[in-house]
């Protein structure tokens, strides 16, 4: 990181630029109100920190040691523009502002017929941003992988289905992407890009993702800790795109026996990731619990944690849903959710903006 003198003129500022290029480095130039702060990205063993200190206009040169530091609150605060959270836009919703935003929707896309009525119920209970998998992850090789394997022009007309129902309910939509041969099918339908949890690992996939300047809905793996998670996502700022929505969605359970739990929860991630970083982080009742019975209190416990929001899977059936049918929840049950978690959210944001300051 090179901190400029407050003095320091353009052509100083340029001038540094052109030599950190020159090292065959990235220049993450933040201009601050009364500082320029100038981020190095590229291989670190490569970076003559005495050599750079120097320069005119220079004031410091410094290394910073967390792996995750383009997303790190502590890095933005040496930009000056600190502490604020990023506030991320996808048509007009918001997804790290005052208020909560909910994304629900089908586990898989089945039908034109069933994916409609599903986004006309959950726009209705309050939902924002319409979900739906079109490539799906599974556990056997032998069940429903999702319209999209079936072959392109399937997975174009569940894409198309998608764009049309989001266009008609008013609500950006997302789904995942499981391969980097998918990206560019699935970029020209859709305003979100989910990673899922399994594929939080695959660098080149969040490489590929990230330029193509989407937001992108990261779910944290199952096995991962959260400095992991942290890490990774920096797969997706290093490509200069910051829109990233963390997603908590639960952990592998550990011990013998019966967890009666598909994963775990863990809601004390979402306050630490919050102070960790500025990014919006939202939360995965639906995957962590596996049982609709446990979807309303995991999402009000996610609520009163801090999460930005709730990604939930809703059908108008919930035990004929052709996939994860144990955690579906109806339209109905997701706007008592809603309700009750904005009222969560409204006695609890207040002292969560102090957790999420350090206060
Ligand atoms: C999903 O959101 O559709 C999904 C498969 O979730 P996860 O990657 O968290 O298992
Ligand atoms: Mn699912």
Same mark, same amino acid.
């Given at each position: 990181?090179?901190?400029?003198?407050?003095?320091?003129?353009?052509?100083?500022?340029?001038?540094?630029?052109?030599?950190?290029?020159?090292?065959?480095?990235?220049?993450?130039?933040?201009?601050?109100?009364?500082?320029?702060?100038?981020?190095?990205?590229?291989?670190?063993?490569?970076?003559?920190?005495?050599?750079?200190?120097?320069?005119?206009?220079?004031?410091?040169?410094?290394?910073?040691?967390?792996?995750?530091? $383009?997303?790190?609150?502590?890095?933005?605060?040496?930009?000056?523009?600190?502490?604020?959270?990023?506030?991320?836009?996808?048509?007009?919703?918001?997804?790290?502002?005052?208020?909560?935003?909910?994304?629900?929707?089908?586990?898989?896309?089945?039908?034109?017929?069933?994916?409609?009525?599903?986004?006309?119920?959950?726009?209705?209970?309050?939902?924002?941003?319409?979900?739906?998998?079109?490539?799906?992850?599974?556990?056997?090789? #032998?069940?429903?992988?999702?319209?999209?394997?079936?072959?392109?022009?399937?997975?174009?007309?569940?894409?198309?289905?998608?764009?049309?129902?989001?266009?008609?309910? @008013?609500?950006?939509?997302?789904?995942?992407?499981?391969?980097?041969?998918?990206?560019?099918?699935?970029?020209?339908?859709? +305003?979100?890009?989910?990673?899922?949890?399994?594929?939080?690992? +695959?660098?080149?996939? $969040?490489?590929?993702?990230?330029?193509?300047?989407?937001?992108?809905?990261?779910?944290?793996?199952?096995?991962?800790?959260?400095? @992991?998670?942290?890490?990774?996502?920096?797969?997706?700022?290093?490509?200069?795109?910051?829109?990233?929505?963390?997603? @908590?969605?639960?952990?592998?359970?550990?011990?013998?026996?019966?967890?009666?739990?598909?994963?775990?929860?863990?809601?004390?991630?979402?306050?630490?990731?919050?102070?960790?970083?500025?990014?919006?982080?939202?939360? +995965?009742?639906?995957?962590?619990?596996?049982?609709?019975?446990?979807?309303?209190?995991?999402?009000?416990?996610?609520?009163?944690?801090?999460?930005?929001?709730?990604?939930?899977?809703?059908?108008?059936?919930?035990?004929?849903?052709?996939?994860?049918?144990?955690?579906?929840?109806?339209?109905?049950?997701?706007?008592?959710?809603? +309700?009750?978690?904005?009222?969560? #959210?409204?006695?609890?944001?207040?002292?969560?903006?102090?957790?999420?300051?350090?206060?």
């Amino acid at each position: 990181m090179i901190i400029m003198k407050a003095d320091a003129t353009k052509q100083e500022i340029d001038n540094v630029i052109a030599e950190v290029n020159k090292l065959g480095l990235r220049a993450d130039v933040s201009r601050g109100e009364s500082l320029t702060i100038i981020g190095l990205v590229g291989d670190e063993r490569k970076i003559p920190f005495s050599y750079l200190s120097v320069l005119p206009g220079v004031r410091d040169a410094h290394m910073i040691e967390t792996p995750y530091k $383009l997303i790190s609150r502590e890095y933005s605060k040496a930009f000056q523009e600190p502490s604020e959270n990023r506030v991320i836009h996808v048509g007009n919703v918001e997804i790290g502002g005052e208020t909560p935003t909910y994304i629900a929707g089908p586990c898989a896309i089945e039908s034109r017929t069933q994916l409609f009525r599903i986004a006309e119920e959950v726009k209705k209970a309050g939902a924002h941003i319409l979900r739906g998998g079109i490539f799906k992850p599974r556990s056997s090789a #032998h069940s429903f992988q999702g319209l999209g394997a079936k072959g392109d022009e399937e997975a174009r007309e569940a894409l198309t289905w998608l764009r049309d129902a989001g266009r008609a309910f @008013e609500m950006p939509v997302l789904t995942e992407v499981r391969g980097e041969n998918q990206v560019d099918l699935i970029a020209e339908y859709v +305003d979100i890009l989910q990673v899922g949890a399994r594929n939080m690992y +695959d660098q080149d996939l $969040l490489g590929v993702l990230a330029r193509k300047s989407k937001p992108v809905f990261y779910k944290r793996h199952f096995g991962a800790s959260v400095e @992991e998670f942290l890490s990774f996502s920096e797969y997706i700022a290093v490509e200069g795109n910051k829109d990233i929505i963390l997603c @908590e969605r639960g952990e592998l359970p550990i011990g013998k026996g019966k967890n009666f739990t598909r994963y775990t929860l863990d809601l004390a991630a979402i306050p630490v990731i919050q102070k960790e970083t500025y990014l919006p982080v939202m939360a +995965d009742p639906s995957h962590a619990t596996g049982r609709r019975d446990l979807i309303y209190p995991m999402s009000c416990a996610a609520m009163a944690a801090g999460a930005s929001g709730l990604a939930i899977e809703v059908h108008y059936n919930p035990a004929e849903s052709w996939v994860d049918a144990a955690q579906a929840i109806t339209a109905d049950e997701l706007k008592k959710i809603i +309700d009750d978690c904005n009222r969560i #959210h409204g006695l609890t944001a207040g002292q969560n903006k102090k957790v999420k300051a350090g206060k």
